[in-house]
């Protein structure tokens, strides 16, 4: 069973950027495929991307490239999300999840991390 | 890109009903589809994968059905308890999920 437990709330203002890290318990590191998913508030699920954590290849739609990041430490059993050039709609919860397969169900999800970007 | 439309939006249903919740994938999945139970504050949680498979440890009222384009959640007598929000997601090509249904009680 994988336990994923995300990092604190950050508020940025607009324009700067955001890491935020999901650190991974429970089983092998190195099996999963680590994806982030946002929500805004009172608003639906946005699939964001994910990282393999064996190989560090990266998957993203295309709203999301050359703005997000996403890397992972192996000896450390953490993934990251780091997203740059904050806007005021970027305010949402960011969840880590994971699974087996890429594009596949999600099995396992961090608690959430919320990102408040306010000038 | 997939699309997934959701219906209806929000439900009313009482202690007992036999409530069902509706995804259509702009265009066939292939049943690589799964459903998800959301409450307040809280992080989704997988309820059904590949269409028609329950999720261990998920209680039997809940049941996936559908293939093609064409998806239903049932819950066969809803409880207290399910009062949330289900999102489906289709895992066919990329990722994309449905736009939710909120179900109350």
């Known amino acids: 069973q994988v336990q994923l437990v995300q990092s604190g709330t950050e508020v940025k203002k607009p324009g700067a950027s955001v890491r935020v890290s999901c650190k991974s318990s429970?089983?092998?590191?190195?099996?999963?495929?680590f994806h982030w998913v946002r929500q805004a508030p009172g608003q639906g699920l946005e699939w964001m991307g994910w990282?393999?954590?064996?190989?560090?290849?990266?998957n993203h739609p295309q709203k999301f490239r050359g703005r997000v990041t996403m890397t992972r430490e192996t000896s450390t059993t953490t993934a990251y999300m780091e997203m740059s050039s904050l806007r005021p709609d970027d305010t949402a919860t960011y969840y880590c999840?994971?699974?087996?397969?890429?594009?596949?169900?999600?099995?396992?999800w961090g608690q959430g991390t919320l990102v408040i970007v306010s000038s | 890109d997939i699309q997934m439309t959701q219906s209806p939006s929000t439900l009313s249903a009482s202690v007992g009903d036999r409530v069902t919740i509706t995804c259509r994938a702009s265009?066939?999945?292939?049943?690589?589809l799964a459903w998800y139970q959301q409450k307040p504050g809280k992080a989704p949680k997988l309820m059904i994968y590949?269409?028609?498979s329950v999720e261990s440890g998920v209680p039997s009222r809940f049941s996936g059905s559908g293939s093609g384009a064409d998806f239903t959640l049932t819950i066969s007598s809803l409880q207290p308890d399910d009062s949330a929000t289900y999102y489906c997601?289709?895992?066919?090509?990329?990722?994309?999920f449905g736009g939710g249904t909120k179900v109350e009680i």
């Open positions: 999840a994971a699974n087996y397969g890429g594009n596949d169900r999600f099995d396992y």
């Open positions: 429970g089983n092998t590191f190195t099996d999963y495929y």
């Open positions: 990282v393999n954590s064996q190989t560090g290849d990266t």
């Open positions: 265009r066939h999945i292939n049943g690589w």
């Open positions: 590949m269409a028609s």
């Open positions: 997601q289709q895992y066919y090509s990329s990722i994309s």
